[in-house]
């Protein structure tokens, strides 16, 4: 296996973990509301 393949598949995973991990935060409905407030709150 070449080396430089390794790493494609290193940071392709890396970053597939990364887009699961956010698109998890996202799917909770509450840490939306919950985001949103404490926004609001800087300005209020």
Do not use: E, I, T
């Not at 890396?14 to 699961?20: C, F, G, N, T, Y």
């Amino acid at each position: 296996m070449d080396k430089r393949l390794g790493w494609r598949l290193l940071w392709a995973l890396v970053a597939a973990a990364v887009l699961s991990a956010v698109f998890m935060l996202y799917a909770d409905p509450m840490l939306m509301v919950y985001m949103a407030n404490q926004l609001w709150s800087c300005f209020g």
